[in-house]
């Protein structure tokens, strides 16, 4: 390299017909948003070795490639902390995500982190990325490798044991720790457990996410939970995907932030994620309690069967309808993804009620959860989410924007539309048409407050020596496309998109290029 290096100076001092370009890539003319959150200035961006090198005025500048970003905003990639990469293999190239801006994203979120976790990466590794991805350990795949199903406590063992496997996934670069509380088997755990795994995960200098144990009538305990476990395990806490979920509780969010606000004035550090949208996606088995499904699916059958578990079951479902995650109303269920059934995606518990014959009502609405579940369960929509709530937490300083999407590809089920609009659903519709925030402040929840969270000092900023991933868009047509009834829809107005130096979104045309790299997370432990 130093000979390579000293050979182009030495082109340079003698004149321009045997100097190479003098950079990689220039981006003349646009506005820069460098991601600290500052106001916007307009200056050339120039790339050379996937690093960024210069800011400023490079008229006289030569560059292999230059674009013209004039008239546009060019940001850094956008960072997604919590996305469900699980189709990685499958989708590789990461369109739904690389299409809306996001050049790294976070994997592993609501404790489904892989296990065994580095011969994961080393799989992700090879695979064609199309962007840059990183991985949080899962306590839930964890717990489910070590004691499968069940609803009590580790013995002295198990939890030696799930220690080890965390100690392990952060010695092999996991950003931190992620639960799933609501969700089987993390449901099963106490703070105690959580608070000794999250331990080792502080040691290697990692953060703990939570997807809460509630987020409707229980919320406030959970977020107490959460920051609970931050302090006693010394270790930065993200609420994940944060929200308020089912009518009695909107408007929650003013004491949620308030808690976290304490917390922080306590001197901890507790961040927030958030998508922006009205409704949340997860698994039909959501709105059936946890003692239900324990064990697994044979159980949750004679659970169903047997008459005395089977009204206490039914009756718990229905709470759950009318104040919790079915926001009072079976139309607000729409079934997404239903592989024993794919006909009812897009459609809503209403109306596979109506189609049965039965009265639109929480009480048969319960009975076709039940149903949904024996068939196999269902990936459904839950439109219980009130925008005051999402305006408010957004505007958190603490809140990043992260999209809780799914690799998605055109055709394949009803994803939720955040999949493929999260960020330039907050460009375009929270930006520019509400004004819930400024564009420099938008761009910055996007970039360098995720980058720093993940301790990612040389990403999420335009600056001298950072990594060169970065977004040109349009801020006055930037929007996402994608709704509930029509998913499938990539945004518009984002022309160009940057990962490690090479343009993979070129004029709005996804190119071949796979420059995409797995980030490791270093253990600030002695080895
Ligand atoms: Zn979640």
Not at 46 to 64: D, E, M, N, P, Q
Not at 86 to 99: G, K, N, T, V
Not at 149 to 173: I, N
Request: hydrophobic share 45%; proline share 6%; with cysteine.
């Amino acid at each position: 390299m130093r000979i390579l290096h000293l050979f182009l100076l030495a082109g340079a001092a003698f004149g321009p017909a045997l100097a190479a370009a003098d950079f990689d890539l220039i981006i003349g003319g646009g506005l820069v948003y460098d991601g600290t959150g500052a106001a916007p200035r307009r200056a050339d961006v120039a790339v050379k070795g996937g690093t960024i090198t210069r800011i400023g005025s490079l008229a006289g500048a030569t560059a292999i490639r230059r674009i013209d970003a004039t008239g546009l905003a060019v940001a850094p990639g956008f960072i997604d902390v919590h996305a469900h990469l699980e189709a990685i293999r499958e989708l590789p190239a990461a369109e739904s995500a690389l299409r809306q801006g996001v050049t790294l994203a976070l994997g592993g979120p609501d404790g489904g982190g892989p296990w065994p976790f580095g011969s994961y990466l080393a799989t992700v590794e090879k695979l064609p990325l199309g962007l840059n991805v990183a991985y949080l350990a899962g306590h839930n795949s964890i717990r489910r490798a070590v004691m499968k199903l069940v609803d009590r406590a580790p013995t002295a063992a198990e939890l030696a044991q799930m220690e080890h496997m965390v100690e392990q996934s952060m010695r092999d670069g996991a950003f931190g720790i992620s639960t799933g509380l609501k969700y089987l088997p993390g449901t099963f755990a106490k703070i105690d457990e959580i608070i000794a795994l999250s331990r080792i995960a502080a040691r290697h200098g990692g953060i703990y996410t939570s997807h809460l144990r509630e987020e409707g009538l229980g919320l406030l305990p959970a977020v107490e939970e959460a920051i609970e476990i931050g302090r006693q395990a010394h270790l930065p806490v993200v609420l994940t995907h944060h929200k308020v979920i089912g009518q009695p509780s909107w408007g929650a969010s003013v004491k949620t932030l308030a808690l976290v606000d304490a917390a922080r004035a306590r001197g901890q550090d507790v961040m927030i994620d958030q998508y922006p949208y009205t409704a949340s996606y997860t698994g039909i088995s959501v709105l059936i309690p946890s003692w239900a499904l324990a064990g697994g699916s044979a159980e949750f059958k004679a659970r169903a069967a047997d008459p005395t578990t089977s009204a206490r079951l039914k009756a718990e479902i229905k709470e759950a309808i009318l104040t919790d995650r079915g926001a009072g109303d079976i139309s607000r269920i729409q079934f997404s993804r239903v592989t024993w059934q794919p006909a009812l995606e897009g459609r809503t518990l209403r109306d596979w009620c109506v189609e049965r014959g039965l009265a639109p009502t929480p009480d048969h609405g319960a009975d076709l959860v039940i149903e949904a579940e024996l068939a196999g369960g269902a990936g459904c929509i839950f439109h219980a989410i009130d925008d005051a709530d999402v305006e408010r937490i957004m505007r958190h300083p603490q809140t990043m924007i992260a999209s809780d999407g799914r690799l998605s590809r055109p055709g394949d089920a009803m994803p939720h539309p955040r999949a493929y609009g999260t960020f330039p659903r907050v460009l375009g519709h929270y930006v520019r048409e509400k004004k819930v925030l400024t564009l420099e402040t938008a761009i910055h929840k996007m970039t360098q407050l995720p980058a720093l969270r993940l301790g990612l000092k040389d990403r999420g900023v335009i600056a001298a020596g950072a990594n060169a991933d970065l977004v040109i868009f349009d801020p006055a047509t930037v929007r996402d496309r994608s709704t509930f009834t029509a998913p499938h829809q990539y945004p518009e107005g984002i022309p160009f998109v940057i990962v490690n130096g090479t343009v993979v979104i070129d004029g709005g045309n996804l190119t071949s290029a796979r420059v995409g790299r797995v980030l490791r997370h270093t253990s600030t432990a002695a080895k």
